[in-house]
């Protein structure tokens, strides 16, 4: 079964740091590009940060410099490290396949002191 699940969502504090993890399984996450979305209380789906199948990557401009995806291809994995996060990137964080087109559950990330 080709799925997608993620892991590493919580409460943290402004200025903290939280890692995002998304293990693939069924299908390997190196064939395609790969990216986080998020969506925001009463609000729309956005791209976060995506990764071409050559590593290049992309960040939205409200978290360039803070957010970085990676992948590990060994381990099928992808990973979202946000920093000096926001109480705005409130939201909950989906991960995304572009080769199988499959998203991941979903993860809440809360930032509030």
């Known amino acids: 079964q080709k799925q997608l699940v993620e892991s590493g969502g919580g409460l943290v504090q402004p200025g903290g740091s939280l890692r995002l993890s998304c293990q693939a399984s069924g299908f390997s996450l190196d064939d395609y590009a790969i990216a986080w979305f998020r969506r925001a209380p009463g609000g729309e789906r956005e791209g976060v940060s995506c990764?071409?199948?050559?590593?290049?990557?992309y960040h939205a401009e409200s978290v360039k410099g803070r957010f970085t995806i990676s992948r590990d291809n060994a381990k099928n994995m992808m990973y979202l490290q946000m920093n000096n996060l926001r109480p705005e990137d409130t939201a909950e964080y989906f991960c995304?396949?572009?080769?199988?087109?499959?998203w991941g559950q979903g993860t809440q990330v809360t930032v509030s002191s």
């Open positions: 995304f396949d572009f080769g199988t087109m499959l």
């Open positions: 990764m071409s199948s050559a590593s290049t990557t």
